[in-house]
T-cell receptor
């Protein structure tokens, strides 16, 4: 397994266009997260899935954002009618809740992908 | 509200020791993570503390005091490759991960 894979790594688009990012998590991980990060800030939670079920979505997430994980494997994050304020790094992370395999008392350690950088002109 | 405070930037010398502090005010506590993030790269896991005390892992150690809402990451024998941002994140009572803004560590020769 090569870890969490995201593509595209970079996307430049004009305001008003739609963009879609893809995330392929670590195969044995059943949880998948999307975060957004801007320069000098920590990751901002967007949404997460357990298998194919979207269990939580940030209240900060507008209706222009939608995420899917149709077969419980890869996930897509779509942003419709992009705005300049959407420019950020979009990070995907995956984890397993099988705590018995971790020495960390069941802690949910996230493994991040390299991110997809979005620039909206 | 929930808040994680870390210094914005720190500078240290190669071979020295540096301590990066993190204080938190969250609704409940279920553990604290430290992640390292090199510029333009993904955060990578460094350490996890859920009980008070010091956890040592090679050149890196992390300390937690739950009563004080305080943690620190201690980096020894600093190397140039340690130049990165260090993110503190706390799991709250709802098992949400609350992230600090990160501390940018600059290592000088």
């Amino acid at each position: 397994d090569t870890g969490v894979s995201q593509n595209p790594r970079h996307k430049i688009t004009k305001r008003g266009q739609n963009v879609t990012f893809r995330c392929d998590p670590i195969s044995e991980h059943n949880r998948l997260y999307w975060y957004r990060q801007t320069l000098g800030q920590g990751p901002e939670f967007l949404t997460y899935f357990q298998n194919e079920a979207q269990l939580e979505k940030s209240r900060l997430l507008s209706d222009r954002f939608s995420a899917e994980r149709p077969k419980g494997s890869f996930s897509t994050l779509e942003i419709q009618r992009t705005e300049q304020g959407d420019s950020a790094m979009y990070l995907c992370a995956s984890s397993s809740i099988l705590g018995q395999k971790t020495p960390l008392r069941g802690a949910n350690v996230l493994t991040f992908g390299a991110g997809s950088r979005l620039t909206v002109l | 509200g929930q808040n994680i405070d870390q210094p914005t930037e720190m500078t240290a010398t190669e071979g020295a020791i540096v301590q990066i502090n993190c204080t938190y005010q969250t609704s409940g506590f279920n553990g604290l993570f430290w992640y390292q993030q090199h510029a333009g790269e993904a955060p990578t896991f460094l350490s996890y503390n859920v009980l008070d005390g010091l956890e040592e892992k090679g050149r890196f150690s992390s300390f937690l005091s739950r009563s004080k809402g305080y943690s620190y990451l201690l980096l020894k024998e600093l190397q140039m490759k340690d130049s990165a941002s260090y993110l503190c994140a706390v799991i709250d009572s709802n098992y949400q991960l609350i992230w600090g803004a990160g501390t940018k560590l600059i290592i000088k020769p």
